[in-house]
């Protein structure tokens, strides 16, 4: 039996670019990625996405986020689930800013630096970055193997 938790992860797109963030501390540390966390007591899973992006990129949301995904991730040995909703922001306004836990840089979407992130990302990325929604499932050894996985493109989420 697993304990559920909930998360964020957030993406700021401006034409062909996409903001990622290398994560320079915790949970990814030393790998590029959206932006997000946990979700808090009192808050809803959208506000939670804005304050994240607030927080690690130093932009705000403008116009709300809409969902685009849902991931779960489970670790082999740990009976923590990590439930993640995903987020495209449909503007901002602000410039990037790096913060103590992430560096914000633009990539372009042909040049997204798979190799240096969560190995799911390259698998749903591609879905994401040409206007799909998904729904995935990746169980971990460590954190560089994915042992099983689950990976769908939905019409609805
Ligand atoms: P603290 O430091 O406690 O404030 P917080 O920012 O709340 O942390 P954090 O950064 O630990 O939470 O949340 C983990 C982030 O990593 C979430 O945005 C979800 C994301 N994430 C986790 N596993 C991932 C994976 N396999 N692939 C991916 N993002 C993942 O692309
Ligand atoms: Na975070
Ligand atoms: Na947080």
Redesign the pocket.
Known sequence: VYTRKL???AFIREGDKVLLGFKKR???QGRW??F???VEPGETTEEGAIR?VREEAGVEVVGGVEKVGELE?TFEGDTTL?H?IVYHARGYTGTPTESE?MKPQWFNVDNIPYTK??P??ELWYPIYLRGGKFRGA?HFRGYDQILSQKLEEVQTL
Do not use: H, Q, R, S
């Open positions: 998360f964020t992860l915790g949970f990814g990625n959206a997000g966390g946990k994240e991730f990590m993640v836990e992130m969560w799911d990302d990746f």
